[in-house]
């Protein structure tokens, strides 16, 4: 099956500053990227997704690059704010066929310092 | 539209106990999900439905069953209650295969 790798685990930047967290996936038939910020005490929610027909995609300060060769994405958010501070989930899935279900990795806590 | 509601918010459940975690959903998604997340984890994913009257297993199914008799709800049954279902579970739903939505979660002790 799928298996999703997420780095760092914690991730402390300066406000206003980028933050980047990098994910790797095993399955070359994923082809559904999603991002999810998931703040203390609630559900994830989504942010951000990609397909596996675009190689980036941006809204506002997020971003999403999607490296199919390598098999890794990653998300990079700009001019970072107090409210960003979050755990973050990549997560890997397979539109189309086989088992449904999204893959996740273990997360991200992004610490935004003043 | 309320989105994906989930009771109760907490419980805590004696070894050997039963009980049922419900999910409901207003959007007439045909696809729905349970996870679970466990302290420093990412979610997995337990069972999964693709519409009313069908379900499968995930990554993590033992200890547990679904039913799905109709599209808004998707219910999540523990029989016997063990310390290793302690964790937070998660229900969600997507209109085509990717893009789900999630509940609010259960926090589930079991002693």
């Known amino acids: 099956g799928e298996n999703v790798e997420q780095h760092p685990s914690t991730l402390s930047v300066q406000e206003g500053d980028s933050a980047v967290i990098k994910c790797t996936y095993s399955?070359?038939?994923?082809?559904?990227f999603p991002w999810y910020k998931q703040e203390l005490g609630k559900g994830p929610q989504l942010i951000i997704d990609?397909?596996?027909?675009?190689g980036e995609k941006k809204d506002q300060r997020i971003a999403v690059t999607l490296n199919k060769t390598a098999k890794h994405f990653s998300l990079h958010i700009t001019e970072t704010q107090p409210e960003d501070s979050a755990v973050y989930f990549c997560?890997?899935?397979?539109?189309?066929?086989?088992?449904?279900?999204?893959?996740f990795g273990k997360g991200t806590h992004l610490i935004i310092q003043p | 539209n309320a989105g994906v509601t989930q009771t109760p918010k907490f419980r805590i459940l004696k070894i050997g106990q039963s009980m049922t975690l419900q999910c409901t959903q207003d959007m007439n998604h045909n696809y729905m999900y349970w996870y679970r997340q466990d302290p420093g984890m990412g979610l997995k994913l337990i069972y999964y439905?693709?519409?009313?009257?069908?379900?499968d297993k995930g990554e993590v199914p033992n200890g547990y069953n679904v039913s799905r008799s109709t599209t808004e709800d998707f219910p999540l049954r523990l029989e016997l209650a063990a310390p290793s279902q302690t964790s937070v579970y998660f229900c969600?739903?997507?209109?085509?295969?990717?893009?789900?939505?999630f509940g609010p979660g259960t926090r589930l002790t079991v002693l």
């Open positions: 439905s693709v519409g009313a009257g069908i379900t």
């Open positions: 399955d070359s038939a994923s082809n559904y």
């Open positions: 990609i397909r596996s027909n675009v």
């Open positions: 969600a739903s997507s209109w085509t295969r990717d893009t789900q939505y």
């Open positions: 997560a890997a899935s397979r539109r189309g066929g086989g088992a449904d279900g999204l893959t």
